[in-house]
């Protein structure tokens, strides 16, 4: 590891991570790599001059394996630090930026906002809970909207972080037997392997694109379907080739609504249950629930009517551009670098 005092001017840091780990998994740390490439291309920076402060052993490996593939600062601090704690503020304070983006579900306290306040001339928070977020300086709630309210709040999907960049709007041909199958970087209720117990149950054969990660805990039947692991890489790829895609209520969620998909989802979290109860209202989704003594039948019968329904994908696309679109999404990136903006003055 290197030493702190080489990170003493950095311009922008992130506090987040990815763990196998309920409620945390990784699309915290997905969603700040979006965040960190944009202000990295529109500000000019050196990739260098951004950092990541992860934990890294043990459950939060997973960090490792999703940074290194980009060229962003990486900084350790021990994964027994408890969030918000005042041992994770001491390890904050020993650096300074013109920004830290803080992004993960909790509740920041308002001694560690004052702990941290003057090493950070412009503090941002994400999706969390706590009323005292109402004293940073952005404060956005995409995903987690049950919260707190206060003047200047910025609640709701059109706060959405969505990777934009890969949004290529495929044509979908008429009879696309492929299946998008994603429960986040963590499935801790190993939704996919009840998924395909479901699909087994099809006659029709399709063809299932599922993570690389999930290969080592699912079992498979041999000949009932085409299964292709893909890498973390390949997400938006395998997406946008395909017609039905069935995920829990994270970011994968949104990412499928953005892409004009027809969408099942199974959440796995209460916060993702009430993100797609309250779209469920909307009919841009199908929700189904994972305790459903009926699942299987439920699961058959929705998979088998939005494939052979011709006009479905039609109905839906104009409710889902109501809820995200790429200017929404360009709208809330702008935030961010206005606020950065504002640390220079």
Do not use: W
Not at 169 to 176: A, S, T
Not at 213 to 241: R, T
Not at 301 to 321: F, P, S, W
Request: with cysteine; hydrophobic share 35%; proline share 2%.
């Amino acid at each position: 590891m290197k030493k702190y005092k080489s990170f003493l001017n950095h311009k922008i840091v992130f506090r987040c991570d990815a763990a196998n780990i309920p409620e945390i998994g990784s699309g915290h740390v997905y969603r700040s790599l979006v965040i960190a490439k944009f202000l990295k291309t529109k500000l000019s920076l050196d990739p260098k001059l951004i950092a990541f402060i992860v934990k890294t052993k043990g459950q939060y490996s997973k960090n490792l394996t999703i940074l290194r593939k980009h060229k962003f600062e990486i900084i350790r601090i021990k994964s027994t630090i408890k969030d918000y704690s005042t041992e994770e503020a001491k390890e904050l304070n020993k650096l300074r930026a013109n920004m830290i983006i803080i992004d993960r579900l909790g509740k920041v306290n308002k001694n560690f906002y004052e702990s941290i306040k003057t090493n950070f001339k412009k503090k941002i928070i994400i999706d969390d809970s706590s009323i005292h977020r109402k004293l940073f300086d952005l404060s956005l709630n995409p995903l987690i909207q049950n919260v707190p309210t206060f003047k200047g709040e910025k609640v709701g999907y059109k706060y959405l972080i969505l990777d934009i960049s890969k949004n290529t709007k495929p044509k979908i041909k008429k009879n696309n037997k492929n299946i998008f199958l994603f429960f986040g970087g963590f499935d801790s209720k190993n939704l996919t392997q009840k998924v395909i117990n479901s699909l087994n149950l099809i006659k029709i054969k399709f063809n299932i694109h599922l993570p690389l990660a999930y290969k080592s805990s699912v079992k498979i039947k041999k000949n009932q379907h085409n299964f292709n692991f893909f890498k973390p890489e390949k997400y938006f790829n395998q997406l946008n080739k395909s017609n039905i895609s069935i995920i829990s209520g994270g970011i994968a969620l949104f990412d499928s609504i953005l892409n004009k998909k027809k969408i099942i989802c199974i959440p796995q979290y209460e916060h993702q249950e009430l993100n797609a109860k309250k779209i469920l209202k909307t009919k841009a989704i199908n929700y189904l629930n994972s305790k459903n003594k009926n699942f299987d039948v439920n699961l058959i019968n929705l998979i088998l009517k939005i494939y052979k329904d011709k006009h479905y994908l039609k109905k839906i696309n104009a409710i889902q551009r109501r809820i995200i679109d790429i200017k929404k999404v360009k709208n809330t990136l702008e935030l961010f670098l206005k606020t950065y903006a504002k640390s220079k003055n």
